[in-house]
Each structure stands twice: as C-alpha cells, then as structure tokens.
C-alpha cells in the first residue's frame, strides 16, 4: 500500500530551474523502484527517469538527460526531480509513480503537480 504526494511544480522562464518533490507514505520504501513520469494533454505519457529506491540505481530518459536529476532522501522517504536549464517543450503534468521492483507494471500514482516553462 503506497501513496504518492508531488510538489514543487510552477511557472518558470526558459533555462530556469526547478525541484519537484515526492513524498511516499505507507511503503517499505526500499521495495520499490520510484519514477517521474510527464504528460501534455492529448499526448502519450512520457517517462522522465527513475529510481530504485533500495539500491539507489538511476536512469534518466533522454530527452531529459543532462538537464533533470533523479534522487532520494530515504530517511525521509522522499523522491527528488532537480529540473535545470528547463526549455518550454519541459511543459507538462508532472507525475510520480511506484513499483515493486520485480515488476513492470507502475501500480501507484501522484495526482501531478504542473510545470510550465515560458519563453
């Protein structure tokens, strides 16, 4: 049982930056792999990188990579996006996301915090 609590979204300007946090309540917290996902409506959900939260292995997607750094605070259970030199195309719902770490499929979901890069 995992609950998922984003913050930390706003509106920047163009290669500013931005830290979004996720708090995970009700979890054994080093069971699960924790990501950041985005979406613009009418498109697809996009992943933006995560984390496995025992071990502390990383991945960042591409379009992302260079520029958004995934981490964690597990004392705290907390999961960290640090978004830099954001670019408008940035723009999305930013959501976290939990899974167990054997499994493929994202059980658990924020309700999103908004991100909205302007030029």
């Known amino acids: 049982q995992v609950q998922l609590v984003e913050s930390g979204g706003g509106s920047v300007q163009a290669g500013g930056s931005l830290r979004l946090s996720c708090q995970v309540f009700?979890?054994?917290?080093?069971?699960?792999?924790l990501g950041w996902f985005r979406q613009v409506p009418g498109e697809e959900r996009e992943g933006v990188a995560y984390i496995y939260s025992g071990s502390g292995s990383t991945y960042v997607y591409d379009s992302v990579k260079g520029r958004f750094t995934i981490s964690q605070d597990t004392a705290k259970k907390t999961l960290y996006l640090q978004m830099n030199n954001l670019k408008p195309e940035d723009t999305a719902m930013y959501y976290c996301a939990a899974r167990n770490r054997f499994e493929t499929n994202w059980d658990y979901w924020g309700k999103g915090t908004q991100v909205t890069v302007s030029s």
């Open positions: 009700g979890a054994t917290y080093s069971s699960y792999c």
